[in-house]
């Protein structure tokens, strides 16, 4: 990070010293021998050089004249102050270019967009959100507006005005950014548990399709859409919501062992149970599912046949799951004497499990024991997944 900081202010330098050599040059036309370069360039490279970063700043900073040709030099520093968490600074020095007479509209609009990521930093959300709204109705070309938009959905979003987020995105930048397009089904989803929570279950299926709709990969909308079916009673439409998930995201394939079986169970259906296992280990095969297909075997044929199962799995596929089931069954048919060391193994494997993160979002790495929908650390949306493997299901 340091070294990155001092390439991005020696490239400041270079820019701050071209600029002044040019209007001495411009400025001495008529006066041979008089191009000097102002000393606070020459004071503030040496600061530069002598890897004191501040005091370079505040120097180049003073001595660099506002007009047409620094303009951007100035913003590099502003969102250089930014960038190091003075943000304040950064304010300073954005708003003291608005305040220039000489800004083309286009300049302007550049500033005004810096001067809003100022402000979401220092969480002046209205103020950001002011600035961006004249920007998207009165700003400059189209490459600006957009940046616009994608600031003020950011911003939206935190805020979680979901309808007003979605407002700004569609349709254009749902069709262009995969993100975002993700991000709204996910909208629409916050907006139906909203609906849900109210008591209007119709508005929220509007919602939970409109979501499916636009990212027909959106797992969240369709396990909501089952949940709603099973609250009424029709087990045999949620069982046939959920057996899409492993198609539309087979790393969420774990999420429905637990609806399904009780769906099955309440249709009293034990066969079909087992056989929707079977067809799903088929087609992500999981600890899990083989853990819950072992449990129906253990029902119809005993625990002896369920221990065979768990270990052809653990042979095909070792997890400490696999390792934690596998001694649970040993213990049924253990004597006292084997008690004695399968329990304390037992309880260790579970308290292994227990201390485990069971959900990691593949964008940034964040785990927990708990699904979050929209990541609490990178802030994506639907990145975060169920653990499988040796450690996980």
Request: proline share 4%.
């Amino acid at each position: 990070m340091h070294d990155l900081l001092l390439l991005a202010l020696l490239l400041a330098a270079v820019a701050i010293g071209w600029w002044l050599g040019r209007r001495d040059h411009q400025g001495t036309a008529d006066q041979p021998g008089q191009h000097t370069l102002s000393r606070d360039y020459f004071v503030g490279l040496n600061y530069l050089l002598n890897e004191q970063p501040d005091r370079a700043i505040e120097t180049f900073v003073a001595a660099l004249e506002v007009n047409s040709d620094t303009i951007e030099t100035h913003i590099a520093l502003g969102n250089l102050f930014r960038s190091r968490g003075e943000t304040d600074r950064a304010v300073k020095i954005h708003q003291n270019l608005l305040a220039r007479p000489a800004l083309t509209p286009a300049q302007g609009s550049l500033v005004q967009i810096e001067l809003s990521r100022d402000f979401l930093n220092l969480g002046l959300l209205d103020r950001a959100e002011k600035l961006l709204e004249n920007l998207i109705h009165d700003g400059g070309d189209e490459s600006q507006r957009q940046q616009a938009k994608l600031l003020l959905v950011d911003l939206l979003e935190r805020e979680k005005e979901w309808q007003a987020a979605l407002d700004v995105a569609q349709p254009g930048l749902i069709r262009q950014y995969d993100n975002i397009q993700r991000a709204a089904a996910h909208w629409l989803c916050e907006l139906a548990e909203r609906d849900l929570e109210s008591a209007s279950p119709s508005l929220a299926r509007k919602k939970l399709r409109q979501a499916l709709n636009i990212d027909g990969h959106c797992v969240r909308a369709t396990l909501l859409l089952a949940r709603m079916e099973h609250d009424t009673g029709h087990y045999k439409a949620e069982l046939k919501l959920l057996k899409r998930i492993p198609d539309q995201d087979a790393s969420f394939a774990a999420l429905i062992l637990e609806p399904l079986r009780d769906a099955y169970r309440l249709l009293n259906d034990e066969e079909g149970l087992e056989k929707a296992l079977q067809k799903l280990n088929e087609k992500v095969p999981m600890t899990s599912t083989v853990i819950m297909l072992a449990e129906c075997v253990q029902r119809r044929a005993g625990h002896q046949e369920a221990a065979e199962l768990i270990q052809a799995q653990m042979e095909r596929a070792p997890s400490l799951r696999g390792l934690d089931y596998l001694l649970h069954l040993y213990q049924q048919d253990a004597t006292a004497e084997e008690q004695r060391f399968l329990g304390p193994l037992n309880h260790h494997s579970r308290a292994l499990l227990d201390a485990r993160p069971r959900f990691r979002c593949g964008q940034c790495g964040f785990s927990g024991t708990e699904l979050h929908w929209q990541c609490p650390s990178c802030r994506q949306w639907g990145t975060t997944r169920p653990m499988t493997g040796r450690k996980g299901d």
